[in-house]
């Protein structure tokens, strides 16, 4: 049976292309969105018919949790986490309201740990198994407030912490895309 990789924000966008290409090298996928029918849509678009498609808000703890005890009941053990999703609201930092400043920490960056933390249970088990957070610049200056202030960045420091005692054969990597005018 081929490896399960699940992607978070996998129904458009960068975690539509990377569902894709995990699809075309032959892992089954779950794609994650909080729109249940933009999820079905992108596991129709995948090449192979045994990809999964789950709605899942990654800002919600309990949410995250019963989404990923569906995935292991449904489809195993998930050997690859690419965390894609993330919300953007565009203004600047002096016009922008608190509950926009949370919705950006909840979804951008807690979500990023709870889907890490969900996902290495099964994870510290495996020969091999691997993390990818998939963040962008290409966003306001209010978005890219989580990152340079502890967000993704710090997080991956420490997940990976997680993995020096037991030995673990658990890679990590965080890519952050620019562009440039």
Known sequence: MSRLAVVCGGSRGIGAAVSRLLAQRG??????SRNEDASR???AALPGDHHVAFSCDVSKEQEVQRTFESIRRTCGHVSYLVNAAGINRDALLLRSRPEDMLAL?????????????AALRDMLHMQ?????NIGTHLMSAMSCLCWP????REQDFT???HFKPSNSNVHQD???L???A
């Open 27 to 32: 892992c089954r996928v779950a794609v994650l």
């Open 41 to 43: 849509a992108a596991v």
């Open 105 to 117: 920490l909840h979804t951008n960056l807690l979500g990023c740990m709870l889907t890490c933390r």
């Open 128 to 132: 091999e198994a691997a993390i990818v």
């Open 149 to 152: 202030l502890g967000g993704r």
């Open 159 to 161: 997940v990976l912490e």
């Open 174 to 176: 965080f890519f952050c």
């Open 178 to 180: 620019f562009t440039s």
